[in-house]
């Protein structure tokens, strides 16, 4: 079993990226212990359009 560290480095670059950038967004959301339902929703919102955008790409 891989760790996930190995997961992300043996991914193509593209995935790398799209991995990196929805990582930056969860970290942000560490911040609070928890996440008032509204705030949950736009955390979620940017990590789909992270995806949506590099997908279409």
Known sequence: MKTPSEVI????PEAQSVINKVLKIQQEGKH????????????????????KDEVKT
Request: net charge neutral; charged share 35%.
């Open 9 to 12: 480095q043996s991914a193509s």
């Open 32 to 51: 609070y212990r928890v996440l008032p339902t509204d705030m949950e929703r736009d955390f979620c919102e940017r990590i789909i359009k992270v995806i």
